[in-house]
């Protein structure tokens, strides 16, 4: 289903139907997904759709940047560090490349949606939730619904911390794909109730390809300063 | 007849030292000042179209336009033989007398810039000042412009925004909203519960947390009345509940569970008795 692909093609994968046929001159992308359908007739004569997983944060409307992970809960020892693996929900970007342009012509996913509050209702920022479970190793994801993040966890406080989320600025995200869908990111632990995060812009695995960018496609430039999880992580 | 152009700009037009030419200058650096303000301010509103929020953009093109107006205007001064110098003490005693004169005007002026750098309302927030409300369309340096919600443009001068309790039913993440549900005597509130909390729990901007909360509220004349609270994204929330209130109706009925009419049960100490004639024929009933 990910990949580049010119003029007419037909894809098909469970409940999601993505292709491009030609009608005389014009080009008319479809897509179907759990009975939910789009369509575009699209005038291109050079330019490629690129279709790959993009930042969860969009369906079904885009209300906000950040990704909630919430997991069962794990206690840090001072000073430790180890590296988890979680899953995270994928959307599905389709994108329009020309040689000097890419636009976004249409994201959709499977599965349903939640979103959650961080933080309180004055300060805090409403982002998109997710429950996944704790692996050592790295999970068996469904590709088109699922992804797996490689969290290092570091707790660089004096005391014991108990954590069962994980809160990230979407914006950061650097996806890549292949196999499978995968990121990587960070968690610096600074005090109690206080967190660095961060991506890391690393494939899980060689030969995986990276992910067209939604702040790059919708020309937003974007500064990766992480996200300062201030309202604890549990 | 010819004419000496040098000749005409240097006509004096009868105030002081001044010359047509000084003031053909004045008003083409003024207007050269408008045009550069207005390019410049077009460009930069154009320039931050997707990287700043719409209100900063509008007070930097704004800023940036009144700006140059100003620059122009101090430019252009010296060609009416005006000391700047001496404008530093006229200015204090017209600054007195204008400010006593407009002092309306100063007032909302100052409100306006207060409402800008304080933030308690911004573009696109939905607010209620006084008695108006609606989303706010622009903030100006003298007035706001609320748009209501039958689309009603509405022109509040900014002291009374100022001064006015102004409420932002978007400007916090997260709202709250309550629904009131009655159902039957009959019926088993704690089923009923159960199946509002699932149609809650699936609906993606019902916020996970805070947590919904649905109880038995109180024992009504008619109904079991349950109260039901969900928190949802503030600039969602009116989406949510609209959206919520059917399912939840819908799944309740599904499931047996009925919303009652007003009902009244009413005990006759005598017993009824009804007389009269119907179909032809005689009948009574106790």
Same mark, same amino acid.
């Given at each position: 289903?990910?990949?580049?692909?010119?003029?007419?093609?037909?894809?098909?994968?469970?409940?999601?139907?993505?292709?491009?046929?030609?009608?005389?001159?014009?080009?008319?992308?479809?897509?179907?997904?759990?009975?939910?359908?789009?369509?575009?007739?699209?005038?291109?004569?050079?330019?490629?759709?690129?279709?790959?997983?993009?930042?969860?944060?969009?369906?079904?409307?885009?209300?906000?940047?950040?990704?909630?992970?919430? %997991?069962?809960?794990?206690?840090?020892?001072?000073?430790?560090?180890?590296?988890?693996?979680?899953?995270?929900?994928?959307?599905?970007?389709?994108?329009?490349?020309?040689?000097?342009?890419?636009?976004?012509?249409?994201? %959709?996913?499977?599965?349903?949606?939640?979103?959650?509050?961080?933080?309180?209702?004055?300060?805090?920022?409403?982002?998109?939730?997710?429950?996944?479970?704790?692996?050592?190793?790295?999970?068996?994801?469904?590709?088109?619904?699922?992804?797996?993040?490689?969290?290092?966890?570091?707790?660089?406080?004096?005391?014991?911390?108990?954590?069962?989320?994980?809160?990230?600025?979407?914006?950061?995200?650097?996806?890549?794909?292949?196999?499978?869908?995968?990121?990587?990111?960070?968690?610096?632990?600074?005090?109690?109730?206080?967190?660095?995060?961060?991506?890391?812009?690393?494939?899980?695995?060689?030969?995986?390809?990276? =992910?067209?960018?939604?702040?790059?496609?919708?020309?937003?430039?974007?500064?990766?300063?992480?996200?300062?999880?201030?309202?604890?992580?549990? | 007849?010819?004419?000496?152009?040098?000749?005409?700009?240097?006509?004096?037009?009868?105030?002081?030292?001044?010359?047509?030419?000084?003031?053909?200058?004045?008003?083409?650096?003024?207007?050269?000042?408008?045009?550069?303000?207005?390019?410049?301010?077009?460009?930069?509103?154009?320039?931050?179209?997707?990287?700043?929020?719409?209100?900063?953009?509008?007070?930097?093109?704004?800023?940036?336009?009144?700006?140059?107006?100003?620059?122009? %205007?101090?430019?252009? @001064?010296?060609?009416?033989?005006?000391? @700047?110098?001496?404008?530093?003490?006229?200015?204090?005693?017209?600054?007195?007398?204008?400010?006593?004169?407009?002092?309306?005007?100063?007032?909302?002026?100052?409100?306006?810039?207060? @409402?800008?750098?304080?933030?308690?309302?911004?573009?696109?927030?939905?607010?209620?000042?006084?008695?108006?409300?609606?989303?706010?369309?622009?903030?100006?340096?003298?007035?706001?412009?609320?748009?209501?919600?039958?689309?009603?443009?509405?022109?509040?001068?900014?002291?009374?925004? %100022?001064?006015?309790?102004?409420?932002?039913?978007?400007?916090?993440?997260?709202?709250?909203?309550?629904?009131?549900?009655?159902?039957?005597?009959?019926?088993?509130?704690?089923?009923?519960?159960?199946?509002?909390?699932?149609?809650?729990?699936?609906?993606?901007?019902?916020?996970? =947390?805070?947590?919904?909360?649905?109880?038995?509220?109180?024992?009504?004349?008619?109904?079991?009345?349950?109260?039901?609270?969900?928190?949802?994204?503030?600039?969602?929330?009116?989406?949510?509940?609209?959206?919520?209130?059917?399912?939840?109706?819908?799944?309740?009925?599904?499931?047996?569970?009925?919303?009652?009419?007003?009902?009244?049960?009413?005990?006759?100490?005598?017993?009824?008795?009804?007389?009269?004639?119907?179909?032809?024929?005689?009948?009574?009933?106790?």
């Amino acid at each position: 289903m990910f990949g580049r692909y010119k003029g007419t093609f037909h894809r098909e994968d469970g409940d999601i139907l993505v292709e491009a046929e030609r009608n005389g001159g014009l080009l008319t992308y479809r897509r179907r997904c759990e009975g939910q359908t789009f369509e575009r007739i699209l005038v291109s004569k050079t330019g490629e759709i690129v279709i790959n997983p993009v930042e969860p944060v969009n369906l079904p409307k885009d209300i906000t940047d950040f990704l909630q992970i919430e %997991f069962s809960p794990m206690v840090i020892e001072p000073g430790a560090t180890q590296t988890v693996y979680l899953k995270f929900p994928v959307e599905i970007g389709v994108f329009l490349e020309a040689a000097r342009d890419i636009e976004v012509l249409d994201i %959709f996913g499977l599965g349903s949606q939640k979103y959650t509050l961080y933080g309180t209702p004055t300060n805090g920022v409403i982002a998109r939730w997710y429950h996944s479970e704790i692996y050592t190793e790295v999970p068996p994801p469904e590709s088109l619904r699922e992804g797996v993040m490689e969290l290092s966890i570091h707790n660089t406080s004096h005391g014991w911390v108990e954590i069962s989320c994980v809160v990230f600025d979407s914006t950061d995200m650097k996806i890549y794909y292949g196999d499978i869908v995968a990121t990587a990111a960070t968690m610096k632990i600074i005090s109690p109730n206080l967190a660095e995060t961060d991506f890391i812009d690393a494939p899980l695995r060689p030969g995986m390809v990276k =992910s067209v960018e939604l702040c790059v496609a919708r020309k937003i430039p974007v500064i990766d300063r992480g996200y300062l999880m201030e309202w604890g992580f549990s | 007849m010819t004419f000496n152009v040098t000749q005409i700009l240097e006509t004096p037009i009868g105030v002081g030292d001044i010359t047509a030419g000084n003031l053909m200058y004045f008003v083409v650096i003024l207007v050269v000042g408008v045009a550069v303000a207005r390019v410049v301010s077009t460009n930069v509103r154009r320039a931050l179209t997707e990287r700043l929020p719409k209100n900063e953009r509008e007070l930097l093109a704004k800023l940036v336009y009144y700006g140059i107006i100003i620059w122009a %205007f101090v430019v252009a @001064l010296p060609q009416l033989e005006f000391d @700047l110098s001496g404008l530093l003490v006229a200015g204090g005693i017209a600054g007195l007398v204008i400010g006593f004169a407009s002092q309306s005007v100063v007032s909302n002026l100052v409100s306006g810039l207060f @409402l800008m750098f304080e933030h308690p309302i911004k573009i696109g927030d939905n607010i209620n000042v006084g008695d108006v409300s609606g989303s706010v369309e622009d903030i100006r340096v003298l007035s706001t412009v609320v748009k209501t919600y039958d689309g009603i443009y509405v022109r509040i001068p900014n002291e009374t925004v %100022f001064t006015s309790n102004i409420t932002n039913y978007v400007h916090n993440a997260a709202r709250r909203f309550e629904y009131q549900i009655g159902i039957r005597y009959q019926d088993d509130a704690n089923e009923a519960i159960r199946i509002a909390k699932e149609v809650i729990a699936v609906h993606p901007f019902a916020l996970k =947390s805070p947590a919904p909360s649905v109880f038995v509220d109180n024992l009504g004349d008619n109904s079991v009345n349950l109260t039901v609270y969900i928190w949802a994204p503030a600039r969602n929330w009116w989406d949510v509940r609209t959206d919520l209130l059917w399912k939840i109706k819908q799944a309740l009925e599904e499931n047996g569970i009925e919303i009652p009419f007003p009902q009244r049960t009413v005990w006759f100490a005598d017993g009824l008795e009804v007389k009269g004639r119907f179909a032809g024929k005689n009948w009574k009933e106790e």
